[in-house]
């Protein structure tokens, strides 16, 4: 059974920062690339920022110099660490993992107000 569970969202005011988690299980983590995508209300679901196997890394321009993300294959885990947030990057942001599927988490709500 595939698991893709989110975790670390919340509220913060401009300027804070955030990491996210996701750990997710019933695929071969080490063999499938990870992204994060996120979410504002009314909008589509966009590609935030995304990570090969080989460690290759790769964001939207809007997060660039930002945001990071990183991978423990040991832990089955991908981060996103989120440094100087902005209102707009107020989302529900999701977990992708993508080995001869699309695999999904939950989403975890993140918002940026003063």
């Known amino acids: 059974q595939v698991q893709v569970v989110e975790s670390g969202g919340g509220l913060v005011q401009p300027g804070e920062s955030l990491r996210l988690s996701c750990v997710a299980s019933?695929?071969?983590?080490?063999?499938?690339?990870m992204s994060w995508y996120r979410q504002a209300p009314g909008k589509e679901r966009v590609l935030v920022a995304s990570i090969t196997v080989s460690g290759i890394k790769n964001y939207s321009d809007s997060v660039k110099g930002r945001f990071t993300i990183s991978r423990d294959n040991a832990k089955n885990t991908v981060y996103l660490q989120m440094n100087s947030l902005k209102p707009e990057d107020t989302a529900v942001y999701y977990c992708?993992?993508?080995?001869?599927?699309?695999?999904w988490g939950q989403g975890t709500q993140v918002t940026v107000s003063s």
């Open positions: 992708n993992g993508r080995h001869m599927k699309n695999y």
């Open positions: 019933g695929f071969t983590f080490s063999r499938a690339a």
